[in-house]
């Protein structure tokens, strides 16, 4: 483990890090360490470039599990915390909500530094960049960590001592919110963010350069005019083309194929008959993009779910897994009638959206394999053999006066940003997911960007079911379900270990391990508030931890999801790091 030297503690406020000590000895991340982490590490979102949320730590097993106990804990920045954090060489870097990035000794919990923006105060934000104060991620490489700001900005720190050695803005503050941190592949720093509908042409893409903050490349999620894609917008002009994020997880990255895959999010406003796109799929909305990583050109892109009214977004994690394919017609939605049973592709999988739907594709090509449904969903109708997604036009409105009527799932998400899991013991994905349909309605005749998304809605339980969450394990290979979890609140982000166990908890602050093989509780115990961030795991000096933090996640969803449950009361209490090990 590291050896620390204390400094004199920095109390000005400046923006910069208030040191209370530094790092000694740094070795600088490079990008054979990302590709190639010691499994005692975690460090990038997701753990690898593939995202699986998954390490290679064995030493919690499921039959010593029930013997975890509180090694350390800290607490937290207020506001929405929905963060993972980085471990690397026995030091753990924390993103806070607000933009307060601290560095811990990860085996006691001591603080060695702490990083505080300075923001515009009486910054007049909307509603999409109000959003901007969560913090998913932060990335690391050589002797850095990288941050996407609530002011818009991307910042590097010195990993050694929290000073803040250059910052680049992407955009206006008031429009742009930077809730998914970066990755950081071959000295680029990438990222996505949403953008409100009051920002003309939709959101993008960007990459900087590691060194100097200089932006390499921008790619655009709504096509411009003249390029591919542009006729999918109809007659609108470029500045009616609204929306269209990549907010929700950070990207997946082949280095092989030098692609970053990276989701979408929904147009604006969500109804197409106050859009003005009636029977057109408004691309790239709900897709994959798999970008160059070298220009920012897309190479291809997969449309999860056209002509969306219902902000069923999908810009959750895509998590790469060479696997042989034999999908079974009894446990798929649609597959591909190509596929030969048996042979091994390089895939892209999991649950991208708020639909609930698996999705497999050769990450080669943006080729179609199989697709699955996991919770209840009709919103789409069908799905052809090559992948092209039919939507159902009942739950499409005829007019601004026309009911939707029954829709799942609901808005909040059937699987929203709370990340699944892959465990390459089992070659299955775990999957957090929500029993939730809705009733929405048009809320405006005319619309305006003020009015986001045009629609209002009240949320139920699907019918049928007793409990809102759920977790799912799915074969990789053949898609079936090789079990179901649930619990009566919802789901939150789950993690994958060499132990074969997978951690995740619920809305309700229940924190448990669960059996990768069977499903079965192993282990629970209960925290302060919801388990709202991202569990990872790490060893420091040959002992095995698990990080959890626990507090509050975004509101609307988090407290979505409570409403649906009033038996169950959740104190409003701060926000938490809890870390757990073997005694």
Known sequence: M??????????????????????????????????????????????NYASWGHSALDQITP????????????????????????VYDGIMYLPNP?????????????????????????????????????????????DKIFHATYDAHIIALDAQTGQLEWETPVGDPRVIAQTTGPIILDGKVVNGRACDPALPGGCFITAHDVESGEELWRTHTIPRPGEPGSETWGDLPLE????????GQAGAFDPELNLIYWGTSVPAPSPEILRGTEGEDV???????????????????????????????????RILVDSAIAPSEDDVLSMNPDVEPGTEYKVMTGIPGKTGVVWTLDRETG??????????????????????VTVNEDVIPDSIDDPYGLVCPTMLGGKNWMPGAYNPNTNAIYMPLQ?????????????TPADLYGLSFN????????????????????????????????????????????????????????????????????????????????????????AIPAGSGNAAVVGGYLALTPEVSVPNTGNTLYVFKLP
């Not at 029930?66 to 937290?76: C, E, Y």
């Not at 923001?119 to 109000?130: F, H, N, Q, S, V």
């Open 2 to 47: 590291r050896k620390l030297f204390a400094v004199l503690a920095v109390t000005l406020w400046l923006g910069t890090a208030l040191s209370q000590a530094t790092i000694e000895n740094f070795q600088p991340v490079s990008q054979e360490t990302l590709e190639n982490p010691a499994p005692g590490d975690w460090l990038m979102a997701r753990n």
């Open 63 to 86: 039959e010593n599990v029930d013997q975890l106990t509180l090694a350390w804990a800290s607490g937290m920045e207020p506001g929405p915390n929905e963060a993972e954090p980085l």
């Open 98 to 142: 607000n933009d307060v990035i601290q560095a811990f000794d990860a085996a006691t919990g001591d603080l060695i530094w702490e990083y505080r923006r300075d923001l515009p105060e009486d910054l007049d934000r909307t509603t999409i960049a109000g959003l901007g104060n969560i913090t998913r991620n932060i990335a690391i490489y050589e």
């Open 240 to 247: 009616s083309r609204l929306h269209v994020g990549a907010w």
């Open 283 to 317: 691309l790239y909305s709900n897709s994959t993009l798999a970008i160059n990583a070298d220009t920012g050109e897309i190479e291809w892109y997969f449309q999860h779910l056209p002509r969306d009214n219902w902000d069923m977004d999908h810009p959750f994690e």
């Open 367 to 388: 080729e179609f394999l199989w697709a699955k449904e996991t919770v209840r969903q009709n919103v789409i109708e069908s799905v052809s053999g090559s992948g092209e």
């Open 435 to 447: 029993n939730m349909c809705m009733e929405p309605e048009i809320s405006v005749a005319e619309w």
């Open 459 to 546: 949320t139920m339980i699907a019918p049928g079911e007793e409990n809102v969450g759920t977790v799912q394990a799915v074969s990789v290979e053949t898609g079936e379900t090789l079990w179901t979890f649930e619990t009566r609140t919802g789901t939150m982000p789950l993690l994958s270990t060499g132990g074969n166990l997978i951690f995740g908890g619920d809305s309700a602050r229940n924190f448990r391990a669960l059996n990768a093989e069977t499903g079965e509780v192993e282990w629970e115990t209960r925290l302060s508030g919801s388990v709202s961030g991202d569990p990872i795991s790490y060893s420091v000096d040959g002992e095995q931890y698990i």
